[in-house]
């Protein structure tokens, strides 16, 4: 998996500067979403992209017309024809993931992954997003996930930093406390 991330770094970046130079890095980042999304949803589609018995030029054709079904601008079809081609379609989510890292990065905002025992409420993100802004310095984009593990709280990772705001996590220091006397 580790060669699958640097393939991906490579790729995304590739792509990033190319998006970059046409002033489109986002629209770009969203149609790669939409593009891996639906390559990853279709299993036919899928099997046909990440066989190696499959020839170059027909995966390449299977994953224009995925972009093109989508309404990706040329560069995405291109691109997405590229990676199918040379038999890198199973690279897409880490490509869409270190393509987005570089566009954030570029518009001064991180990512924090929240794991909640309940959804949150609006107030309950914007109250959150603000406390991590506060801390972190930059713009913060909250990808939230319910885990009914958790007792209550939350968990919010960025990067390698991870706030741990939940129950389970208080409970546990309070137990550390106590064994310490």
Same mark, same amino acid.
């Given at each position: 998996?580790?060669?699958?991330?640097?393939?991906?770094?490579?790729?995304?970046?590739?792509?990033?500067?190319?998006?970059?130079?046409?002033?489109?890095?986002?629209?770009?980042?969203?149609?790669?979403?939409?593009?891996?999304?639906?390559?990853?949803?279709?299993?036919?589609?899928?099997?046909?992209?990440?066989?190696?018995?499959?020839?170059?030029?027909?995966?390449?054709?299977?994953?224009?017309?995925?972009?093109?079904?989508?309404?990706?601008?040329?560069?995405? +079809?291109?691109?997405?024809? =590229?990676?199918?081609?040379? %038999?890198?379609?199973?690279? *897409?989510? /880490?490509? &869409?993931? $270190?393509?987005?890292?570089?566009?954030?990065?570029?518009?001064?905002?991180?990512?924090?992954?929240?794991?909640?025992?309940?959804?949150?409420?609006?107030?309950?993100?914007? +109250?959150?997003?603000?406390? =991590?802004?506060?801390?972190? %310095?930059?713009?913060?984009? *909250?990808? /939230?996930? &319910?885990? $009914?593990?958790?007792?209550?709280?939350?968990?919010?990772?960025?990067?390698?930093?991870?706030?741990?705001?939940?129950?389970?996590?208080?409970?546990?220091?309070?137990?550390?406390?106590?064994?310490?006397?």
């Amino acid at each position: 998996m580790r060669s699958h991330e640097r393939t991906a770094r490579r790729y995304a970046k590739a792509l990033y500067d190319v998006a970059r130079e046409a002033g489109a890095t986002d629209a770009v980042g969203q149609e790669m979403e939409q593009v891996a999304a639906v390559c990853a949803g279709d299993a036919g589609a899928h099997d046909v992209l990440t066989r190696p018995w499959i020839k170059p030029a027909d995966r390449r054709g299977v994953a224009v017309a995925i972009a093109q079904k989508i309404g990706a601008r040329k560069l995405v +079809q291109d691109f997405v024809g =590229l990676v199918a081609e040379r %038999g890198r379609a199973d690279h *897409l989510p /880490e490509i &869409v993931g $270190a393509y987005r890292t570089l566009v954030d990065a570029e518009l001064g905002r991180t990512r924090a992954q929240v794991r909640t025992a309940v959804a949150l409420t609006d107030g309950e993100k914007r +109250q959150l997003s603000g406390k =991590l802004e506060h801390a972190l %310095g930059k713009r913060v984009i *909250l990808e /939230e996930q &319910v885990d $009914a593990a958790l007792l209550g709280g939350f968990v919010a990772q960025v990067g390698s930093l991870i706030f741990d705001g939940s129950l389970d996590g208080q409970l546990a220091r309070m137990r550390q406390r106590l064994a310490r006397g």
